[in-house]
């Protein structure tokens, strides 16, 4: 199946990547090439067989209490912050 | 060079100090980076405070099964106060702010951090060429892959610059180097080893596990990673047995099923001589061999595409440029921001499966490729389920051909994605895997690999520990690095 330019850009948009005019052609290359790949999936007969999420059957998602388990450690996190102020992340103006 | 297991044992009897082995190992380190590019960072500075004080403690009496022994992490594991990449741009300045579960335990342990391995950028890659930090090269030749994307673990162990490396495996990202690199890569059952802190890819496909020199040193640094942790939502109640002592269990009767799926036209023939040579040891050693099918196990590749990149493009969404992690500069708004700080910082693998993984999950697309998908998987899933009803054991190789050229797959993703394809099953279906060493194929090193059901990594081991007692395969270490 080949992708068209416009799709892979609708792609990269939905993403929120940011693709040069030179990615563009490779990423079309490419997708097309995984999906014509994945396509041989179509032939495997799956009629009534349950779509299977996690690799251990029957294993639900455990659930913990409700309850404050780490400390105050905003100031720590934030020396990986690109941009911060009073304890605050900074981004680029969102409303004007 | 001693296995980790000697090392160990050396520094409980004092035969020489932790300071010794660390400035040692360093040098060794220091050397082999121009030519191998094993590392991202190395711990000098830490690792020596850490192995004066482990000298302390030993001296004093006490200490922990692995106290003042070096290891390295994969740059996927959080280690507080020191950067973590991923191989990445993206986090070419991210300092952890906490360890990993599996680095904690290791600490406790009384492991000491020597440094981080190379890695493909978010484990994405089976050639260690899509590093931000530029491709590490085999040990037994300069010019091939050492496969990946643990491919910085695998090299470092092969040149024993380390007794041992933990790694991750998604679709074969323990193993596979492990083969190229001929040492031996353990990946534990699904929920076995925590996630916790171990930089997500595929959540339900990442486990982490471990390179050594073989399967006793497996055992050992598996039995201090693993375990029950509250911290990772998909991790496995269960008691960890002591594998160090589970390993000398014999395998006369052990069943082993020759999965015929892996014995297919992409195999290399000396490959194929290698690992048909090493079944014949087995029997020797009392386990009987019977051929066994897994019909849709060739579906495991193009299964693997979807919901590795479905689940990739899902984790990788929290590169966002706010709180971490690259951001680009003077964004004209929030979307230019999102969009141009993930666009430099994600390399083109990167790239391309989160494209990939977005197409899948996209409004139209889902039922046919990520449904799709999850339903084969559940038929491979099954295929496993009923063989390790007649068998213990499956084997087969753990790669088709040996190590590549670096530059020989890069044009075309599928070429490269093939390499996992004996390896993905075993992550699909969650299962315990091993690759060890077993021969050599025009000088390169040639992989085994073991499976098991879930939380047989007991057996698994015992296996591979009783095929390396009969044989030498795991004790060549390539020239130069002796």
Redo the contacts between chains.
Sequence with gaps: MALTREQ?AS??T???????AD?VP??QE??S???E??????R?D?AD?????????G?T??L?PDEVTEGD?HE????????TAAGL?L????IE | MRTLTQLADGLRRRSFSSVELVGALLARIEKSQPALNAFISVAAAEALEAARAADRTLAAGGGGPLTGVPIAHKDIFCTAGMRTTCGSRMLD???S?YDATVVARLKRAGALLLAKTNMDEFAMGSSNENSFYGPVRNPWNPQMVPGGSSGGSAAAVAARLVPGATGTDTGGSIRQPAALCGITGMKP???RVSRYGMIAFAS??DQGGTLTASAADAALMLREMAGFD?RD??S?DAPVPDYVAAIEEPITGLRIGLLAEFFDKGLDAENERCVREALRVLEGLGARVSQVSLP?LP?S???Y??VAPAEA?SNL?RY????????CEN??????????S???G?G?EV??R???G???L?AGYYD??Y?????????I?ADFVRAFQSVDVLIGPTTPTPAFPIGAKTA???TM?LNDIYTIGA????LPAISVPCGFAAGLPVGLQIVGP?FSEARVLAAAHAFQRTTDWHTRVPVGYA
């Design positions: 892979i792609i990269a939905l993403a929120r990547l940011d693709l040069t990615e490779l990423y490419g997708l090439r995984i999906l790949f994945v396509g041989a999936l179509e495997a799956t067989v349950t779509p299977m999420a996690h690799p251990l059957p294993l998602q455990r913990r450690g720590r996190y934030q020396q990986n912050a690109p941009r992340y981004v680029p103006k969102v | 300045n991210f300092v702010p059952t699904y929920g339900s496909l509250p939502s998909t496995v849709n579906m590749v193009p299964v595409y979807v493009s969404a966002d440029g706010v709180r971490f992690g690259h951001r964004p004209r708004d929030l979307t230019d921001m999102y969009r141009r993930r666009g430099e994600f083109a790239k391309r989160i494209m990939t977005t197409y899948v996209s046919a490729y449904l799709k998908a999850q339903r084969v998987r559940a038929l899933n075309d993703p599928i994605y992550n699909l279906a969650g879930h």
